[in-house]
Every structure is written in structure tokens, then in C-alpha cells.
């Protein structure tokens, strides 16, 4: 009789893995490897790894990702969930801690031969349970750009109006309107004029003013918002309707 190797295993063997995200081609885009060992051996999969002795769960997904991007490039990195079902791993019980990571759109980091970039809304399949994990990234992304000034971690330090409702069309996942994010992101103080002008691009127009977030580190700026789609009942002042 075959024994099962999940049997012999007197606690869970514990990992860490990192959803990072950033806005590429107009796409919010995730940082996925491809798997050298069993189980899933070529199977794209999120980067990570287990965690070591004397070791917090930051400190080892940080150590981790090292192995596949500069994490100095990281704007925000966040505890995402732990998953824990004992079948997620055929080979072991294991449970895995998720982090959510953001790399803003002026960072280009070089990445190993078997690491890219790919869409979440066209991903690859994936080992484990990495996919609804990368979801779940992408919905907690979307949730804080409600009630957070989280948009800084996907935006360069300087901006236009047009290119951040871009970022926020990407992440969103819906048309947004440049006077009302621009409305909404003003009255909520995350907002500061550069004091300088983007030129004009090669098909002309005028210059555009520049901006940037007043605080590059994640803080709570209106607990009881939500940034929909139009028509779904938001508050007139945290809607962002489409067009604009």
C-alpha cells in the first residue's frame, strides 16, 4: 500500500507568496515564475518560497522576491490572506501566507529568464491555488483605491490628470472620469500641483499640469467610500462615472 506523504508530516510546512502588481500597456499586470521543482514542475506560479527559522512572514516574502525583483522597486507591501486547505499542495500540507505588492509605472525592474509580466484578466494557468489568490490581490487593490491613497503606489511621483485616470481605468477595471477623480482625489488632500507642465505630445495640444500624491505611504483618507461604476448608487462625490 502506498502511504500518503501528507501522513507523515506532523505540522503544516509554512510559505510565503506575493501578488505584485503593476499597470503595464494600459493592463494591471502580475509578476508570475515559472516553477523549477514538483509539484507543477513549468507551471507558471506566483513567486515565494517557505519560510524560514527565525524568520517573520515580511522579512521571508521580502527575501523571496529578491530572488526575482529589486524590492526596493516595491511601493506598497501589504498581507493579503493565508490560505490553509490541506489538498492545495499534492505533495504536503502546507499552508501559504499571500502579500499584496505594488510596483509604480516608472519602475521597470529586470527580471530573471524565468519571470514576466502577464495580464490578471488573461493569466496563464497556474499552480496551486495561485490563481484566486492573484484575484484576490487584484479585488483588495481595487477596494483601497476607494477609501486609501493607494494610487501612489502605482503612479510615478509626477503626473497628469489624464495619465493617473489611465492607472485608475486599469486598476478599476472601469471608465473613469478626469474631472471627478481629479474632484475627488483634491477633496481628499492626496493631491499636490507640481508647479510644472508636460509638454505637449507629438500630436499637439496643450500643456498639461503636472501632479503628484502628497503622501507616498498608505493611510486611510475616507473609510466609508466607494468608487463604482456609474449608475450603481456611490455617493455623487466619491463616483467616478465614465466619460470626462
Do not use: C
Not at 36 to 55: F, I, K, M, T, V
Not at 92 to 109: F, M
Amino acid at each position: 500500500m502506498v502511504s500518503d506523504p501528507k501522513a507523515k508530516t506532523k505540522s503544516p510546512a509554512q510559505t510565503v507568496v506575493a501578488v505584485v502588481l503593476q499597470v503595464r500597456e494600459g493592463r494591471v499586470q502580475v509578476l508570475l515564475w515559472q516553477r523549477a521543482l514538483e509539484p507543477y514542475r513549468s507551471a507558471w506560479s506566483l513567486p515565494g518560497g517557505e519560510l524560514a527559522q527565525e524568520e517573520t512572514l515580511e522579512e521571508s516574502i521580502r527575501r523571496h522576491l529578491a530572488a526575482k525583483v529589486d524590492v526596493r522597486e516595491l511601493a506598497h507591501l501589504e498581507q493579503l490572506e493565508t490560505r490553509s486547505d490541506p489538498s492545495r499542495n499534492p505533495l504536503r500540507w502546507e499552508l501559504a501566507t499571500a502579500y499584496l505588492g505594488l510596483v509604480p509605472t516608472d519602475q521597470d525592474p529586470v527580471l530573471p529568464v524565468d519571470t514576466s509580466w502577464h495580464p490578471v484578466d488573461d493569466l496563464p494557468t497556474l499552480a496551486f491555488d495561485h490563481a484566486p489568490i492573484v484575484l484576490a490581490g487584484r479585488e483588495r487593490l481595487r477596494a483601497k483605491l476607494s477609501y486609501t491613497n493607494i494610487g501612489f503606489a502605482l503612479a510615478p511621483a509626477s503626473f497628469t490628470i489624464s495619465e493617473l485616470r489611465g492607472l485608475y481605468q486599469a486598476a478599476l477595471g472601469h471608465d473613469v472620469s478626469a474631472t471627478n477623480l481629479q474632484r475627488v482625489l483634491v477633496r481628499r488632500h492626496l493631491l499636490v500641483p507640481i508647479g510644472t507642465l508636460r509638454g505637449p505630445g507629438p500630436a499637439g495640444g496643450r500643456p498639461a499640469a503636472l501632479y503628484g500624491f502628497a503622501r507616498r505611504a498608505l493611510e486611510i483618507t475616507d473609510q466609508f467610500a466607494v468608487l463604482r461604476p456609474p449608475g450603481l448608487g456611490a455617493h455623487a462625490a466619491d463616483e467616478l462615472p465614465g466619460g470626462g
